[in-house]
């Protein structure tokens, strides 16, 4: 059995992404306990229309140095 977190780790990121995702799932969820279903559904509804208004041009995507940029100047007037 595999107890040296490095040669967990290791073994993790040999891992292929879907595999690599489940895991992350598991751990997120032995920390966070179960997702709730109804809040999953409510972000995935969320994802779901920024995507539409994203394609439709309605929206658009700014990057994060962009957006902190923009928080501070409004914080200092």
Known sequence: MITDIEEIENSALNLNKKDKARLADKLLQSIHGKIDPD?????????????????????????????????RKRIQE
């Open 39 to 71: 809040v999953e559904q409510a972000w995935i509804k969320e994802i779901q229309e920024r995507k539409e208004s994203l394609k439709a041009g309605e929206s658009s995507l700014h990057s994060s140095s962009e957006v902190l940029s923009e928080a």
